[in-house]
């Protein structure tokens, strides 16, 4: 059972390329969600969504965009790098009934 | 804004002590605290979460204390372990809401 599976695990673009972070889970989870994280930040959610072709905003969605084409798949997508985009980015997924968050292991992004 | 606010940022104690990490929130509408625990290199892992209803949740070493009045609650951790040594992010969300909001993250060390 591999849980939340994020790939790559680390990437260094050059400003204004682009890039898609992949996020699979084999749980079944409804609901899946892209956090980033910065130093002394915490996460902040970009994206999240609550089941195959629904997607929403989360607090910091500028510069990205997501699809959910199946259950068990969440890609996030960068158009045009920029530094501000440096990060780790999390991808996590829970159950309809549940709270808990299942947490994938991060990309580390670095944009230069 | 940060809508859960977290202290200390780091925290140092010696193997057996009581280390306390405590965050605050303003948004009454939250119903859900969750702590996550996050080693070096790895996505935050679901730790302990506990609901208003109640004012104190333990399981095994790890204990939340819940103020309601005061929209506070804090995470105990008795006899501590360098094993525990890790960063620690409180969290709140609303009712029925897909934003988690974090905290900004306790580092602990916990000295053999």
């Known amino acids: 059972n591999a849980g939340v599976t994020q790939t790559p695990k680390f990437r260094i673009l050059k400003i204004g390329q682009s890039m898609t972070l992949q996020c699979a889970q084999d749980?079944?989870?409804?609901?899946m969600y892209w956090y980033r994280q910065d130093p002394g930040m915490g996460l902040k959610l970009i994206y999240y969504?609550?089941?195959?072709?629904?997607?929403d905003k989360g607090e910091v969605p500028n510069g990205y965009n997501v699809s959910r084409s199946t259950t068990e798949d969440f890609p996030l997508r960068l158009e045009l790098a920029a530094p501000s985009q440096t990060s780790v980015y999390f991808c996590?997924?829970?159950?309809?009934?549940?709270?808990?968050?299942?947490f994938g292991s991060g990309t580390r992004l670095t944009v230069v | 804004q940060q809508q859960v606010k977290q202290s200390p940022q780091s925290l140092i104690v010696q193997k057996g002590g009581i280390p306390i990490i405590n965050c605050a929130y303003e948004?009454?509408?939250?119903?859900?605290f969750p702590w996550y625990q996050q080693f070096p290199g790895k996505g935050p892992a679901l730790l302990i979460a506990?609901?208003?209803?109640?004012s104190e949740k333990k399981e095994g070493r790890f204990t939340i204390s819940f103020n309601k009045s005061a929209k506070q609650f804090s995470l105990h951790i008795m006899d501590s372990q360098p094993g525990d040594s890790a960063t620690y992010f409180c969290?709140?969300?609303?009712?029925?809401?897909?934003?988690?909001?974090f905290g900004t993250g306790t580092r602990l060390t916990v000295i053999p």
């Open positions: 948004n009454t509408a939250f119903d859900y």
């Open positions: 749980m079944n989870h409804n609901y």
């Open positions: 996590a997924s829970r159950d309809s009934g549940d709270d808990g968050y299942t």
């Open positions: 969290a709140a969300k609303e009712g029925g809401a897909n934003n988690l909001f």
């Open positions: 969504s609550v089941g195959a072709g629904i997607t």
């Open positions: 506990i609901r208003p209803d109640v």
